[in-house]
């Protein structure tokens, strides 16, 4: 650095010379100019001192501002607020708070340093307390505590602080937006995200990537996913973090494929991903059971990206591979892990454990989870399913027994809905809300309407020394059936539901919410720790059997002894004669009369006195949809392939097109080569299909004394994917 001949220096040169070697972190000149001030006395001037103070404190050498400012004879609160600011900015903020105690005086600069300083290092308490005590507020005091509750995930005083505003005739700016919007989506309120996108529009705060970006993310995490894609594709520009909310928020409804498609053409458009995009990428893989679409995407990351995989990318793996039932590779996997393996990698492993019912794997991995999470009761109840499932019922009561000795306690389930913008809560067993009379009615409504289409409980997922009654009323009030029974209560018929839960959903809500689903008639999206699960008409985007409700119109004879029933019970006798156990083609397989909504009609016809009725009423049916994995049993086998049966249906034929290949059929079973070992196919073994299509075909006019039983409805499957076919295949 070199000073010019006849260049007129004065203090405000100075301080820009000082501001600019700090924010360069340019040590040496720092302190050459440092020199050049004193030497041309400018060593005490007060705006020199304040530059001086932030020159050094970007250096990384606060002791030196602070003993600048001690040697002030009359520091300003300028002064005073570029070292509290610097303080802040390297997290010092008990220096900050001690210099903020000392100052003489306080503006809202101060007020304002100090909140965002408590806020951004997670003492939010302390924050609003300072926020509390300030005399004034503007815009920036608002929206730091704001900021602060929404990091937090204290979102509901966000939202709360939030009004607190608006009667406070402060307006909010886009910086504001982002935090409501991240603690609108924490909450899953979708009520209250519409009102504030609205207030966007009304008050035409302009969207900018970051304020877009938000909006997508925040419409994905309450549930409405075609929202969110809308508001994407409207946003002009796009960066990394507008496409990685997107592919995230896809993958987590379980659109795998889009979001592998919007990560496709985010890549065509020049955008390069980063460590987010690459566990939505994984996450969209894992949901479709992309094992070799997911590995590319792995490796890529590192040899075309330069991005080196941290354990959640390893999570994604380990998920995607055990679910697919390629157990031994997660396993390797987790033991080239560069860092120790956390509880999550530990209990994903031991989840696809229980999916492929792999004791051996599941007990090493229930070691190594319990010496990271030695009090979490999920983790016993895993393995503890996992031995149920296996009938290894002594060392089922080994577990219950360890989790009483050691005073292991369920980690509260809590539950909650948005109904008129105001989001309850409910706890597993909770009394306290106001209608709780109401809601147990509910509950009490949808246990009886469960049993008429065939529900059992599965009492097998509590581990409470209990009865069999008590285990299915513990099931009957987890939290998220409480939400949804106050949802039912207290919305329009048929509208959608939607719930956020702390927890995962238990596979007993799982399976009780595809059929509620079906019988109130409602879209029910259920979002817990891992991803949303969608349930419309009875049918789940995941695995599971579609069940959904058909409205028909029949007319019917009722002889006069049958009367003596009740003209409603003797109706739903004779549909049932007529209709339970039926296929209806183009429909399904009829399980159960569900209701009778319009009976009209009672005319007597001459003769008999029989009385002529004509209802309306609806059938629960039975049809999965193509692309569904199922599970079932091998009936049978022969040269033509396997007939599969799921119990109540039998007519699934699985070709010897859609077996894997190379397949081969000797001594009356069917074997896979894997690479030179024969993997066999066993009469009675579970095994996992996916439905190819469903074909209803014409009734022959007349069959042979010898051929097989007419089947109105054929499910042809395929087991051609990876983690398909027997279970004994993949553990």
Same mark, same amino acid.
């Given at each position: 650095m070199r000073l010019r001949e006849g260049v007129f220096v004065d203090s405000f040169s100075l301080s820009l010379a000082l501001q600019a070697c700090g924010r360069s972190v340019d040590d040496r000149s720092g302190k050459r100019v440092h020199t050049?001030?004193?030497?041309?006395?400018?060593?005490?001037?007060?705006?020199?001192?304040?530059a001086l103070i932030e020159m050094y404190a970007k250096l990384g050498t606060v002791e030196a501002a602070r003993n600048i400012l001690d040697e002030m004879v009359q520091p300003d609160i300028v002064s005073y607020n570029v070292l509290l600011a610097e303080y802040v900015r390297v997290g010092e903020i008990d220096l900050a708070r001690r210099l903020f105690d000392e100052m003489p005086a306080r503006d809202v600069v101060s007020w304002n340093t100090m909140i965002h300083g408590h806020a951004t290092c997670g003492n939010v308490g302390a924050a609003r307390k300072l926020f509390d005590m300030s005399c004034e507020r503007d815009l920036v005091s608002w929206s730091s505590m704001i900021a602060g509750y929404a990091r937090s995930r204290q979102s509901n005083e966000a939202l709360m602080l939030f009004h607190d505003m608006q009667l406070a005739n402060v307006r909010p700016d886009g910086v504001t937006m982002?935090?409501?919007l991240s603690a609108c989506g924490d909450m899953g309120a979708l009520g209250m995200g519409n009102i504030v996108y609205e207030y966007i529009e009304r008050n035409k705060i302009e969207v900018d990537v970051k304020l877009g970006t938000s909006l997508v993310d925040m419409y994905a995490k309450c549930g409405d996913i075609d929202r969110s894609l809308e508001i994407f594709n409207k946003m002009g520009v796009k960066d990394v973090l507008s496409w990685s909310a997107m592919i995230m928020g896809l993958a987590n409804h379980g659109f795998g494929e889009l979001a592998l498609d919007h990560f496709s053409k985010m890549v065509s458009e020049g955008i390069i991903p980063n460590e987010i995009t690459f566990v939505g990428a994984l996450s969209a893989c894992s949901h479709v059971g992309l094992v070799d679409r997911g590995w590319k995407y792995f490796t890529s990351m590192t040899d075309i990206y330069g991005i080196t995989p941290k354990i959640e990318h390893y999570g994604c793996m380990i998920d995607?591979?055990?679910?697919t039932g390629h157990l031994k590779e997660a396993r390797e996997l987790i033991r080239n892990m560069p860092f120790p393996p956390d509880a999550i990698v530990w209990?994903?492993?031991?989840?696809?454990?229980?999916?492929?019912?792999?004791?051996?794997?599941?007990?090493?991995?229930? *070691?190594? +989870?319990?010496?990271?999470?030695?009090?979490?009761?999920?983790?016993? *109840?895993? +393995?503890?399913n996992i031995y149920t499932q296996n009938k290894k019922w002594d060392d089922v009561a080994s577990v219950r027994r360890r989790m009483r000795d050691e005073s292991i306690h369920k980690i509260p389930g809590s539950s909650s809905i948005e109904i008129d913008n105001v989001v309850y809560e409910f706890i597993a067993g909770d009394r306290s809300h106001p209608r709780s009379r109401e809601i147990y009615e509910m509950l009490a409504e949808m246990a009886g309407r469960l049993k008429l289409v065939g529900y059992k409980p599965l009492v097998s997922l509590v581990l409470q020394d209990m009865n069999e009654q008590a285990k299915e009323h513990g099931l009957a009030c987890h939290s998220e059936k409480l939400?949804?029974?106050f949802g039912l209560l207290s919305t329009a018929p048929r509208s959608q539901i939607c719930i956020v839960k702390n927890l995962r959903v238990c596979e007993d809500c799982h399976l009780a919410f595809k059929l509620l689903a079906v019988i109130y008639e409602r879209k029910i999206i259920v979002r817990d720790r891992t991803r949303f699960h969608h349930f419309s008409g009875g049918s789940s985007l995941e695995e599971g059997l579609m069940f959904y409700l058909s409205k028909i119109e029949h007319t019917l004879r009722l002889p006069p002894h049958l009367l003596d029933r009740g003209l409603d019970q003797a109706i739903k006798g004779e549909l049932e004669t007529l209709f339970l156990d039926k296929v209806i083609a183009k429909l399904g397989l009829c399980v159960s009369v569900y209701d009778i909504t319009n009976i009209t009609g009672g005319f007597i016809s001459p003769g008999d006195g029989a009385s002529t009725f004509t209802a309306e009423f609806r059938l629960i049916m039975f049809r999965p949809f193509v692309g569904e994995i199922l599970s079932g049993e091998v009936e049978e086998s022969d040269a033509n392939g396997l007939r599969l049966s799921l119990g109540f249906f039998k007519d699934i034929m699985l070709p010897v097109h859609l077996l894997p290949n190379p397949s081969k059929f000797a001594d009356g079973r069917w074997t896979w080569d894997?690479?030179?070992?024969?993997?066999?196919?066993?009469?009675?073994e579970e095994i996992r299909f996916r439905v190819h299509s469903i074909n209803y075909p014409p009734i022959p006019v007349e069959q042979d004394k010898d051929a097989k039983p007419f089947a109105p409805m054929v499910i042809t499957a395929s087991i051609d994917y990876d983690g398909l076919g027997p279970t004994s295949w993949w553990v």
């Amino acid at each position: 650095m070199r000073l010019r001949e006849g260049v007129f220096v004065d203090s405000f040169s100075l301080s820009l010379a000082l501001q600019a070697c700090g924010r360069s972190v340019d040590d040496r000149s720092g302190k050459r100019v440092h020199t050049l001030a004193v030497k041309l006395g400018f060593g005490l001037d007060l705006f020199v001192q304040t530059a001086l103070i932030e020159m050094y404190a970007k250096l990384g050498t606060v002791e030196a501002a602070r003993n600048i400012l001690d040697e002030m004879v009359q520091p300003d609160i300028v002064s005073y607020n570029v070292l509290l600011a610097e303080y802040v900015r390297v997290g010092e903020i008990d220096l900050a708070r001690r210099l903020f105690d000392e100052m003489p005086a306080r503006d809202v600069v101060s007020w304002n340093t100090m909140i965002h300083g408590h806020a951004t290092c997670g003492n939010v308490g302390a924050a609003r307390k300072l926020f509390d005590m300030s005399c004034e507020r503007d815009l920036v005091s608002w929206s730091s505590m704001i900021a602060g509750y929404a990091r937090s995930r204290q979102s509901n005083e966000a939202l709360m602080l939030f009004h607190d505003m608006q009667l406070a005739n402060v307006r909010p700016d886009g910086v504001t937006m982002v935090s409501i919007l991240s603690a609108c989506g924490d909450m899953g309120a979708l009520g209250m995200g519409n009102i504030v996108y609205e207030y966007i529009e009304r008050n035409k705060i302009e969207v900018d990537v970051k304020l877009g970006t938000s909006l997508v993310d925040m419409y994905a995490k309450c549930g409405d996913i075609d929202r969110s894609l809308e508001i994407f594709n409207k946003m002009g520009v796009k960066d990394v973090l507008s496409w990685s909310a997107m592919i995230m928020g896809l993958a987590n409804h379980g659109f795998g494929e889009l979001a592998l498609d919007h990560f496709s053409k985010m890549v065509s458009e020049g955008i390069i991903p980063n460590e987010i995009t690459f566990v939505g990428a994984l996450s969209a893989c894992s949901h479709v059971g992309l094992v070799d679409r997911g590995w590319k995407y792995f490796t890529s990351m590192t040899d075309i990206y330069g991005i080196t995989p941290k354990i959640e990318h390893y999570g994604c793996m380990i998920d995607l591979l055990g679910r697919t039932g390629h157990l031994k590779e997660a396993r390797e996997l987790i033991r080239n892990m560069p860092f120790p393996p956390d509880a999550i990698v530990w209990r994903t492993l031991l989840s696809a454990c229980r999916i492929h019912k792999n004791v051996e794997l599941a007990e090493e991995a229930t *070691v190594n +989870l319990l010496e990271l999470e030695p009090h979490v009761d999920g983790n016993y *109840v895993l +393995l503890s399913n996992i031995y149920t499932q296996n009938k290894k019922w002594d060392d089922v009561a080994s577990v219950r027994r360890r989790m009483r000795d050691e005073s292991i306690h369920k980690i509260p389930g809590s539950s909650s809905i948005e109904i008129d913008n105001v989001v309850y809560e409910f706890i597993a067993g909770d009394r306290s809300h106001p209608r709780s009379r109401e809601i147990y009615e509910m509950l009490a409504e949808m246990a009886g309407r469960l049993k008429l289409v065939g529900y059992k409980p599965l009492v097998s997922l509590v581990l409470q020394d209990m009865n069999e009654q008590a285990k299915e009323h513990g099931l009957a009030c987890h939290s998220e059936k409480l939400a949804l029974a106050f949802g039912l209560l207290s919305t329009a018929p048929r509208s959608q539901i939607c719930i956020v839960k702390n927890l995962r959903v238990c596979e007993d809500c799982h399976l009780a919410f595809k059929l509620l689903a079906v019988i109130y008639e409602r879209k029910i999206i259920v979002r817990d720790r891992t991803r949303f699960h969608h349930f419309s008409g009875g049918s789940s985007l995941e695995e599971g059997l579609m069940f959904y409700l058909s409205k028909i119109e029949h007319t019917l004879r009722l002889p006069p002894h049958l009367l003596d029933r009740g003209l409603d019970q003797a109706i739903k006798g004779e549909l049932e004669t007529l209709f339970l156990d039926k296929v209806i083609a183009k429909l399904g397989l009829c399980v159960s009369v569900y209701d009778i909504t319009n009976i009209t009609g009672g005319f007597i016809s001459p003769g008999d006195g029989a009385s002529t009725f004509t209802a309306e009423f609806r059938l629960i049916m039975f049809r999965p949809f193509v692309g569904e994995i199922l599970s079932g049993e091998v009936e049978e086998s022969d040269a033509n392939g396997l007939r599969l049966s799921l119990g109540f249906f039998k007519d699934i034929m699985l070709p010897v097109h859609l077996l894997p290949n190379p397949s081969k059929f000797a001594d009356g079973r069917w074997t896979w080569d894997y690479g030179g070992v024969e993997l066999p196919i066993e009469k009675e073994e579970e095994i996992r299909f996916r439905v190819h299509s469903i074909n209803y075909p014409p009734i022959p006019v007349e069959q042979d004394k010898d051929a097989k039983p007419f089947a109105p409805m054929v499910i042809t499957a395929s087991i051609d994917y990876d983690g398909l076919g027997p279970t004994s295949w993949w553990v």
